[in-house]
């Protein structure tokens, strides 16, 4: 790592300026004017048309560099392909979110007659009418990130990508054109996707991921879900909240990795509003009927037994791969871990060869979230311009699962805060509360619950707060910048509330778990 740095340092030249240099081709032929093969020279080519990638790429060419992007999408098993911007905008944040919005606006209709609105409760969904308007948000994003690269002078190559070495890359078009690439430093942003799992019979031929729930023309109809992932859980919430039949598929634990409190909250409230669970079973094979209806047969874990079950659609969500596979990556020297088949990083993002880097999804121990892959592709290219020395803190970053009652989490799980700093060191303080809005519709409020993991010892540094409750996110976001900055429980029970409010919770927090008391929030 050290000879990493040294190596960046001793190209940078005056006033820390990163100085960057032409390399030269194969037959010493330099940049793309002189080239008669079409090779081109870049300051910084960027692979993979993603959040971070675009993020990288924009901020060096805003600080004058000569910039090129490569991306290409390989259509999914099922035929379904999509636009500039990566998983975020086609396939996962947007629609996923807006798809969840109008889940949850269904359940405003519920809520409507408790507030005097006369509205028919049997108010159908036309699946068509909604996917049709989230495709066209999606594809204006894609249009947007076009022009976008066009006003900063990113030259876009629509090709797959791989090394030819470790300053050239090959990108091959659809019709099979190829051009070789050059530049000084590369990142390489290519995401991940979906995996099947390819031992279960059927499972690639009449299975869909969540490359394909978004951009369904049709109604899934019964669903099947296979995975326990946050994929697999806000898709199944959503899904249910439209009217669909759905079923969730767990082998072991719901949301492997978050706090496991928060995680069973999350799927009992799903199970009382209508998701159906199958705990502890894998499913063994896919078989399509005559009549077009997926048959499903399973395994119980517990008594060895099978069953078998018909749905309209299977949906496999049972984790993701990093796209590394068709880079050709020992061809430039870049380490992967044999594993993962995650790229190899150091704190700067560089992989084994110092002027190759790796952000986002495809880097080995990154949060798989668009915000930090974005940030850390703008820090890169901030340091490869010589703008700034700063690193990416991959430590308390926020997130939210958007379930149908939201999670939002930032820092250590209880559990890893035990793990961490032994359970006699560390202080939780939770409540069960009742949203406002609940109220007057009568709805249950059980599951809306908070806990703020402290060290015991004064003033009690927060270690993690959890939030299950409506619009987790929104709450999230603004406490985290508290313990992002090191709040204190202290300084969170000096902070004023904004009544009345599910957020003013966080700052009424006064019942220890060690207490023993019930932490049920009672009166306004």
Known sequence: MAAMALRVEALRGLRGRFRWRTPALAGGVRGAARDAAGRQDYDLLVIGGGSGGLACAKEAAQLGKKVA?????????????????????????????????????????RDAPHYGWEVPQQVPHDWKKMAEAVQNYVKSLNWGHRVQLQDRKVQYFNMKASFVNEHMVRGVAKGGKETLLSAEHIVIATGGRPKYPPHIEGAVEHGITSDDIFWLKESPGKTLVVGASYVALECAGFLTGLGLDTTVMIRSIPLRGFDQQMSSLVTDHMA??????????????????????????????????????????????????PETRSLNLEKAGVNTNPDSKKILVDAQEATSVPHIYAIGDTAEGRPELTPTAVMAGRLLARRLCGQSSELMDYDNVPTTVFTPLEYGCVGLSEEEAVARHGEEHV???HAH?????????????????????????????????????????????????????????AQVMQTVGIHPTCAEEVAKLHISKRSGLDPTVTGC
């Open 69 to 109: 992007v490569v991306d290409y999408v390989e259509p999914s098993p099922r035929g379904t392909r999509w636009g500039l911007g990566g998983t975020c905008v086609n396939v996962g944040c947007i629609p996923k979110k807006l798809m969840h919005q109008a889940a949850l606006l269904g359940g405003m209709i």
């Open 272 to 321: 009382s509003h209508g998701t159906h669970f199958l705990r502890g079973c894998i499913p063994l094979r896919v078989r399509k009927l005559p009549d077009n209806q997926l048959q499903v047969t399973w395994k119980d874990l517990v008594s060895g037994r099978e069953d078998i079950d018909t749905f309209n659609t299977v949906l496999w969500a049972t984790g993701r791969v």
């Open 427 to 429: 202080e939780v303080y």
């Open 433 to 489: 509360y009742k949203p406002l809005e609940f109220t007057v519709a009568e709805r249950d409020a059980s599951q809306c619950y908070i806990k703020m993991v402290c060290l015991r010892e004064p003033p009690q540094l927060v270690l993690g707060l959890h939030f299950l409750g409506p619009n987790a996110g929104e709450v999230t976001q603004g406490f985290a910048l508290g313990i992002k900055c090191g709040a204190s429980y």
